[in-house]
């Protein structure tokens, strides 16, 4: 029993068949990856699991319920976060406060009308979301505003975002997407380091450095279905997955 | 000082707070050498000030452009002449049932007009707008009294003035006696604008405040972080409108008559024009763009040729001559196309409005004199460009 349950999951849009029948069990506290080349359907595969998009037919179970038919905010409220390919963040407003709404949404809910207080008097809330920056490594910015970041902090600010909720499920939708070297192996000691604290990972990812550094399992995404799932080791190997990706060159 | 005109200064908001009720009360004496001291703009400057505050915690902080907001001055005035006609003419049973009213205006209009953003948002709520003030202007005539407007009458009920206000008694708003006209009818209005902005300071400040500007920043993204956003918007709609029919009932409290004018589409521009005049998402820019339009309208209104040739007397006749000709252009009638002017050039070079301008002038000064040298404030309080 995963986590998450993927089953048998079909969307077309008009007469490209975006996912054929997608299978797919993550198990708790796993980082589960899922690679595969350009158009094979895995940003297609995660919008079906927040809400942006519903399948034509199959059921995705988080925790023994469904998630389809909920609205986003539903989705987010029941642990399963997201972490965008371009960085999703409140460019006009502090990173302090970027990191404060979220935390504010996971301790009021989905709506609370607190017009009355001062933001600053929600100390729990501001020492958090502190915290959580300080994880990130953006303690010092924190009264900026977030439009004039690189894009790796703004990344880093996405991930604290998305931490600073406790979530059950993190997706992360190529988080080293366009970054330097560097930046990509200051990403990945984050996510291990955020490893440790049980939350399952689902990473979509084209970087195989990136892949096979984290995941605990990998689903390989090509044409819509899902070709192989196995352990990294053995994935590296695998002809089908070659034959997918380069047409049969080495990885 | 500074901060007053900031996006977001950091603590002392009753000192804020306390400051601009020195302002406004004080106004009869710094506004008499602008020839503006006398009540009846005055009043008009503290009314256009709630309303233009009320809007801009909808237009400022989530960044909903409403072009009906003055279906909601309408709704506000109507209800007002309704109360005094029906428990007499103490404003304060006015203005709380005026509230309430426009109140339940805005939750039915914002709960069918949030339902689109961006333009088509602007487009439900303008004809929204337009209904309310075709229903006023003929459709309700029972109730709104058509194009003549509603007005009190002797033979009305007023349930509780019966007693104390004997016939042919002057049909005026007052409270223990004092009649809301002239100096006290602006005492009264200016105590509910420091209120309303001291309300506006503490939404600002507030948790939901923060949520509204982030639906402003990226709604998207509040969706995904859990954030149900439809209800914050709404909230923001009524919580406007309200101000608005605050403002809508203080002009009955002046002048117990109500029309359905107040209600067309220009008056909702105007409110528009007011807060990005003044500088969209600040506390005082609003008040200050409603000051600004409110006072052209007067001054500039009331220039005739004659003012005008004494203004340019200086001038030798025949030059004077053709400087009135085309100065007279822009002012009686005209007026609108001296606002018209000021508005260009403020959106042009002062994106972020008069309070912008302030902001700038400030910081020229402090760094020409040397003091409070801080570049990362800097970088805060200037909005970018392009903004």
């Not at chain 2, 707070?17 to 400057?45: E, H, K, N, S, T």
């Amino acid at each position: 029993m995963g986590i998450l349950e993927v089953r048998d999951v079909n969307k077309n849009f008009g007469g490209l068949k975006a996912l054929q029948n997608v299978n797919l069990d993550v198990q708790e506290g796993s980082v589960h990856a899922i690679i595969g080349p350009n158009g094979a359907g895995k940003s297609t595969l995660l919008n079906c699991f927040i809400g942006r998009l519903t399948p034509d037919t199959g059921s995705v179970m988080f925790n023994g319920s469904t998630l389809l038919g909920l609205k986003p905010h539903e989705i987010n409220q029941a642990g399963v976060v997201r972490v965008f390919q371009t960085p999703e963040i409140f460019s006009e407003l502090s990173l302090l406060e970027n990191v404060m709404i979220p935390a504010f949404a996971k301790r009021d809910g989905s709506f609370k009308l607190n017009a009355w207080s001062d933001v600053g008097s929600h100390k729990a809330i501001r020492e958090k979301a502190e915290h959580m920056l300080e994880e990130v490594g953006l303690a010092d910015d924190r009264d900026k505003t977030s439009s004039s970041m690189s894009r790796g902090d703004k990344r880093r600010l996405e991930l604290a975002m998305c931490l600073v909720q406790d979530p059950v499920l993190l997706l992360l939708d190529e988080p080293t997407a366009g970054m330097s070297r560097a930046d990509t192996n200051a990403t990945i000691d984050l996510l291990k380091k955020i490893g440790g604290r049980g939350i399952t990972k689902i990473v979509i990812e084209h970087d195989m450095h990136v892949v096979f550094s984290l995941a605990d399992r990998i689903s390989v995404l090509a044409q819509g279905t899902v070709i192989v799932e196995d352990i990294p080791s053995k994935i590296k190997g695998n002809e089908k997955v070659q034959e997918a990706y380069l047409g049969g060159a080495h990885l | 000082m500074l901060t007053l005109f900031t996006k977001s200064s950091e603590k002392s908001d009753l000192l804020l707070l306390a400051l601009f009720a020195i302002v406004v009360f004080a106004m009869p004496i710094w506004l008499a050498p602008f020839g503006a001291a006398y009540p009846d703009l005055m009043q008009r400057f503290a009314i256009f000030g709630i309303f233009a505050t009320g809007f801009n915690i909808l237009f400022g902080l989530t960044g909903y452009l409403s072009f009906g907001h003055a279906a909601f001055l309408g709704v506000g005035s109507y209800t007002a002449v309704w109360t005094f006609k029906l428990l007499g003419m103490n404003p304060i049973p006015a203005i709380i049932s005026a509230v309430v009213v426009a109140g339940l205006f805005a939750l039915v209009i914002g709960f069918i007009s949030l339902r689109r953003s961006g333009i088509y948002f602007s487009i439900l709520t303008l004809a929204f707008a337009q209904m309310c003030y075709n229903l006023a202007y003929s459709v309700l005539t029972p109730i709104t009294n058509g194009e003549t407007g509603l007005r009190v009458l002797q033979d009305d009920i007023r349930l509780f003035d019966a007693p104390t206000v004997g016939e042919g008694a002057p049909l005026i708003s007052h409270i223990g006696g004092i009649e809301m006209q002239g100096m006290p009818g602006f005492y009264f209005c200016a105590v509910l604008l420091i209120v309303m902005v001291g309300v506006a300071m503490r939404i600002f400040r507030s948790p939901f405040g923060m949520m509204l500007k982030a639906v402003k920043t990226n709604q998207t993204r509040l969706n995904y972080t859990g954030v149900n956003t439809r209800p914050y918007t709404l909230a923001a709609f009524v919580i406007s409108g309200m101000y608005a029919g605050l403002a809508g009932s203080l002009m009955c409290v002046i002048d117990p008559l109500a029309g359905a004018e107040r209600m067309q589409w220009t008056a909702s521009g105007e409110v528009v024009l007011m807060t990005i005049l003044g500088g969209v998402g600040t506390i005082i820019g609003p008040i200050i763009g409603a000051a600004l339009i409110k006072y052209f309208e007067n001054i500039f209104s009331a220039f005739n040729d004659q003012t005008l040739d004494g203004i340019f007397s200086f001038l030798p006749e025949p030059l004077k001559e053709g400087v009135v000709n085309v100065t007279s252009l822009f002012v009686g009638d005209g007026w609108n196309l001296s606002l018209g002017i000021l508005f260009v050039l403020i959106v042009v070079f002062l994106p972020g409005g008069v309070t912008e301008g302030l902001n700038r002038t400030g910081k020229f000064i402090l760094r020409r004199f040397g003091i409070g040298r801080d570049p990362e404030n800097e970088e805060k309080t200037s909005p970018a460009p392009g903004e």
